[in-house]
């Protein structure tokens, strides 16, 4: 149990256009999930935490008007990567939580590389 | 925000015993957490500790908590090559307020076994 995919797993898009990120519970309802950015070899970044029909919460330093998160429901968010710049070339990660525990399943990253 | 620290490398041969070590700094912390993650793939959970226990055992991986000195270990028995991977070790926070399901994430530990 507990599985979370994400789609695509990788994507090469060129400078300018926008990028949508799928992450799915398959076999638990996610009250929260989060995006995260991971960088070669450093951690994770959390960007944002999305409660399901509500908005997303940023963190300090992430530009809501260009990663987009829509939480519409319990089994799906989506992270659309508007205008993207090669800096924005990065493995994008998602996890989700159910509503009885805090424990966070990930999905297995998208591979975004902007050209 | 709360702050988790890694070594960045460990390297053992297999069939020896991998320790990977983590420090945090929050007292309040109620769940920490050992994720693994191969390259190019997402995080797998691995096991996680309540603040309240001492130790953890389960197939070949204890953990180890010292909450007086703030220190987690993951320790796996009978290491394989399979086990190479990167283990990040997570500070679930106090579970509530602003901590309120967030991961504090160490920079992760790279686990080379060698044949």
């Known amino acids: 149990g507990a599985v979370v995919s994400q789609h695509p797993s990788r994507v090469i898009c060129k400078s300018g256009t926008s990028v949508k990120i799928e992450c799915r519970s398959l076999?638990?309802?996610?009250?929260?999930m989060f995006w995260y950015r991971q960088f070669p070899k450093k951690s994770l970044m959390l960007m944002a935490t999305?409660?399901?029909?509500?908005?997303?919460?940023?963190e300090q330093g992430v530009e809501k008007d260009k990663f987009l998160i829509n939480h519409a429901s319990l089994t799906l968010s989506t992270l659309t990567v508007t205008s993207a710049h090669p800096e924005d070339s990065s493995f994008y990660i998602c996890?989700?939580?159910?509503?009885?525990?805090?424990?966070?399943?990930f999905g297995p990253g998208t591979r975004l590389t902007v050209l | 925000g709360e702050d988790v620290e890694q070594s960045l490398f460990l390297s053992v041969r297999e069939g020896d015993s991998s320790v990977i070590n983590c420090t945090y700094t929050d007292s309040s912390s109620t769940y920490l957490y050992w994720y693994k993650q191969e390259p190019g793939a997402g995080l797998q959970l691995l096991t996680y500790i309540f603040s309240n226990m001492d130790m953890k055992q389960d197939q070949r991986l204890t953990v180890l908590l010292n909450k007086k000195d703030k220190h987690l270990s993951l320790r796996i028995a009978d290491t394989q090559t399979g086990d190479s991977a990167i283990y990040f070790c997570a500070d679930g926070g106090s579970g509530r307020g602003s901590t309120l399901g967030r991961l504090y994430f160490g920079r992760g530990t790279q686990l080379t076994v060698w044949p």
């Open positions: 999305s409660n399901e029909g509500s908005k997303a919460t940023y």
């Open positions: 076999d638990f309802q996610a009250t929260t």
């Open positions: 996890s989700a939580s159910g509503a009885y525990t805090d424990t966070q399943y």
